[in-house]
């Protein structure tokens, strides 16, 4: 594959292609439009995923100035934690009792799949730049940062209900959110609790992952 050609795995698009295809048939056959939602989630997990690959392909290029890899950075850094949030949609399955559950299931299951893959290529490909550009050691300190950051902001999206754009829109009421969770012992608790628990299942998922994509 030519490293400087931007594209989808195919693995994405079946995914992708099979959620789609599940979500329009659940309209169909049942008239029920609840979870059409779950399409704006994996766009919001496809954007760190196209910002990621635009910085690898220049980075392989030779075209990623420091300004650009900071900004798109800082912009990815914010965009990262929509990607595996989307397991946690895993909730609403059973929620309509006109639909068969196990048909939610598998809707809900392959969106959460697609996003989650969306989001562990994208952090591959900030993790490339970072070895090429600086060393595997820091490269590997920064999967971990970046995954248990990913992890504490799905706690934020499900349980707080707070935005990526959020931190920029109402900074205030973020900042507010965010300090009662230190504040108040059981929001901390559960707060600490989730957290750890999104970043083990994310930080498995990942080098397991992985390991298929190096060998």
């Known amino acids: 594959m030519d490293k400087y ?51 690898l392909r220049n980075f392989n290029k030779n075209e990623l ?17 929509n990607a595996p949030y989307v397991i946690t949609d ?10 068969p559950v196990l048909y939610d299931t598998f809707l809900i299951f392959s969106s959460a799949w697609v996003s989650l893959l969306l989001g562990m290529y994208s952090i591959f490909h900030m993790e490339q730049i970072l070895k090429t550009k600086y060393s595997t050691k820091i490269a590997s300190i920064f999967v971990v940062v970046i995954i248990f ?23 205030m009421k973020f900042i507010n959110g965010v300090g009662e969770i230190f504040t108040n012992k059981p929001d901390s608790i559960e707060a600490v609790f989730y957290t750890i628990l999104f970043f083990f299942f994310i930080i498995m998922s990942y080098y397991s992952w992985k390991a298929t994509q190096t060998k």
Do not use: C, Q
């Open 90 to 99: 895993l909730i609403h399955i059973g929620e309509i009792h006109a639909v």
């Open 65 to 81: 100035s420091k300004e650009a890899l900071i900004v798109g950075g800082i912009f990815w850094l914010f965009l990262i934690p």
């Open 149 to 171: 950051f990913s992890s504490f902001g799905m706690y934020l999206g499900r349980f707080l209900r707070f935005n990526s754009w959020d931190i920029l829109s109402r900074p």
């Open 5 to 55: 050609k931007f594209t989808i795995p195919k693995s994405i698009l079946i995914l992708l292609a099979l959620s789609f295809v599940l979500s329009i048939f659940r309209v169909i056959l049942f008239g029920k439009f609840s979870l059409v939602y779950i399409f704006w989630n994996i766009y919001l997990a496809l954007i760190p995923f196209v910002i990621s690959s635009i910085l």
